[in-house]
């Protein structure tokens, strides 16, 4: 399978694979919409591409990301662990001894430096032209997700900002509340790159907004990359592709030329907006708090444009998988700078920032604490609130058994660090915003320099007789009803998202 060009492609891959239906009736954006994507995403269920949104003129596809399965298919591999391992080849990318290394450290530099985004003349994210006063977000099929939300907020955007010190581009998933027709509100959070560059630029800054993207590239703008690293970059090393770009029509930005909407304008930096309430990925309201206002200068549009939504809430929604992907895309990253981390898992149920569960290689006493101080110290993973420490031969996806481990490795009064730290910027159980406590529980085997009595060994059948038993499973007459080989625990992330 082929990696999607733009969003037309995605949505015609999505639909040769049966993972796509389309809606022709008349459907409400405002609550409807939500109300039938989350029943879809608890089933598993696929891509929605709504073609008559109530009050709106274009196209509202959701659920693109919905399973592992379309995830996959977007980033054309098998498994995400695929995607991983491409990117580890370049983070180990040593001096290469002999022809055939060389060789293979060529090719991974040559698409490293063909993965730079393209400046091209023309797009079709320009085939339609809208400026000043003709400019009308009404025309989008923006959601108003939940009840209680101030209003439609565009919740899949790729949001272009520029370093006024660098000139380096960012891209960041950021909702934007619409206020009117050519107004929205911008809410990068505290520790965002978007609100970086809001905060280094005086007077005016502009920004461009690109919404319908291919999905390797919309996922980019979510992606917690470092600030110096233009998201742009890292698509097109994913795609295998450059992501070509052209100027926008009132703003000295590039844009993506295959998006199917690009809405242009700028921030005036002290203009701000009581933004919210909105229902987010927290599962909690997120209360009206005080952001950037964008004035839009023109909306640019493909022909018959799609417009794409996704629609967050308490867990599990959509952008489970897209949080599962940044998951397994940085494991390498994160093993580069602690290597001996073994593994890791995010629950989806912990909303991103508030559980790390981490297995480690654990060589020393108080080597847990270590791991738990690098993962707080550790880009966007440092707002993690709690982490779990396991030893390597425990598989961190498998919640009922680190719960074993928890359970059974942990003298609470021994094993619990209790420190403080950075939070996310939405969480609103610490006292203080952005700042509050943090636990870390280690549930490794202990050794009598961490205080331990002597540690038992753990209960396992002989190798000797699980081959007997293998050998002669026929025999007991039981294979009908007991497979042969039962796993462990298996109460995985994986399956509790399908349930
Ligand atoms: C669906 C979705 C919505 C998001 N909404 C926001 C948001 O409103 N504000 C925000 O700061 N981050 C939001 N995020 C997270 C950011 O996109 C993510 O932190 C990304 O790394 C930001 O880019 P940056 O690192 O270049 O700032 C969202 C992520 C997803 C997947
Ligand atoms: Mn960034």
Redesign the pocket.
Known sequence: MSIPRDLRDWIAQLEREGELVRIATEVDPRLEVTEIVDRTVRAGGPALLFERPKGAQHALLVNQFGTEKRMCMAFGVASLDDVAARLSEILELQPPEGLAAKVRGLRTLKSLADSRPKTVKRGACQEVVLRGDEVDLGLLPVQTCWPEDAGPFI??PAVITRDPRTGGR??????MQVLGPRTTAM???LH???RADHLFTEGRMEVAVALGLDPITTYS?????PKHID?LMVAGFLRGEPVELVQGVTVDLEVPAAAEIVLEGYIDKDELTAEGPFGDHTGYYTPAEQFPVFNVTAITMRREAIYPS?V?GKPPQE?AW?GKATERIFLPAVKMTVPEIVDYDLPVAGAFHNLCIVSIRKAFPGHARKVMHAIWGLG?LSLTKGIVVVDGHVDVHDYAEVMFYVGANVDPKRDIVITEGPLDHLDHAPTLQFFGGKIGIDATAKGPLEGAREWPPEIEMSAEVKTLVDRRWDEYGLSTVVPAATPGFRQSSRRLLRH
């Open positions: 919740t899949l960012n891209v960041g998933m950021y909702r809410h990068w959070q965002k790159d978007g703008a979510s992606a917690p990359l998201e996704i967050v952008d897209l966007m």
